[in-house]
């Protein structure tokens, strides 16, 4: 029997932020396929966890599963597509249909988990994490000949942007004073999930100590 775990997430808030999804394969617990990426950047926890779902019959198809077993923390998506709790939003009930044409020629069973028992619970994150460091990075790479990077102890880092505007970085945690920095990791879903969302002044730093200006 493969089963197959999928996952949804709305960051940094919900709603309102980047709704993402999170799919993994496996058989005889061995993982035989993933899949992550975003669904939109303003959506709902509610979207991305039936995008989640839906990516995971997709999965099935790819796979050329007749039978498969689907298992993922949300009641919501659980509930509804088993029947048990209706549908009274439309978009939800469009996703909804799009999945039973998907399940149509398989022999399925959609079952809940907890969380922690959710393999894709990670890959949902990870999926917003690198959404949100690529465009971090991006900055980094477009302004950082503008800045001014100096050694402040080990691991530790002065940043000047061009308006004199010092910030501290710490590497080893990481870390930054920046107020984007503080505001992004101080969010409710992000800090329960255990992520650090990285700003530009700590890719800035990275490419500090790689580049040639490192003596």
């Not at 999965?59 to 209706?86: M, P, Y």
């Not at 909804?96 to 399925?108: D, V, W």
């Not at 988990?113 to 980094?140: G, S």
């Not at 984007?180 to 490419?207: D, E, G, P, W």
Request: charged share 25%.
């Amino acid at each position: 029997m493969v089963i197959i775990y999928f996952d949804g997430a709305c960051l940094p808030v919900n709603p309102g932020g980047i709704a993402t999804y999170g799919v993994v394969a496996t058989e005889n617990g061995k993982v035989i396929d993933e899949d992550y990426g975003i669904v939109t950047e303003k959506g709902t926890n509610n979207i991305a966890e039936w995008t989640g779902f839906i990516k995971a019959l997709e999965t099935a198809k790819k796979l050329g599963l007749d039978k498969v077993e689907i298992q993922g923390d949300s009641r919501l998506v659980v509930n509804q597509f088993n029947g048990h709790w209706q549908i009274r939003k439309e978009h939800l009930w469009e996703l909804f249909q799009r999945a039973k044409r998907l399940s149509k020629s398989i022999k399925l069973t959609v079952k809940w988990i907890p969380r922690e028992k959710n393999l894709a619970d990670a890959l949902a994150h990870k999926a917003y994490l690198e959404f949100m460091e690529k465009k971090a990075i991006k900055k980094a790479e477009q302004e950082f000949s503008d800045y001014s990077i100096q050694p402040a102890g080990e691991d530790r880092f002065t940043v000047v942007n061009p308006r004199g505007k010092t910030y501290e970085v710490n590497l080893q945690l990481p870390s930054c004073s920046c107020p984007y920095f503080r505001k992004q990791n101080s969010y409710h879903l992000v800090r329960r999930s255990n992520l650090v969302v990285r700003c530009k002044h700590i890719f800035m730093t990275k490419l500090y100590l790689s580049s040639s200006r490192v003596v």
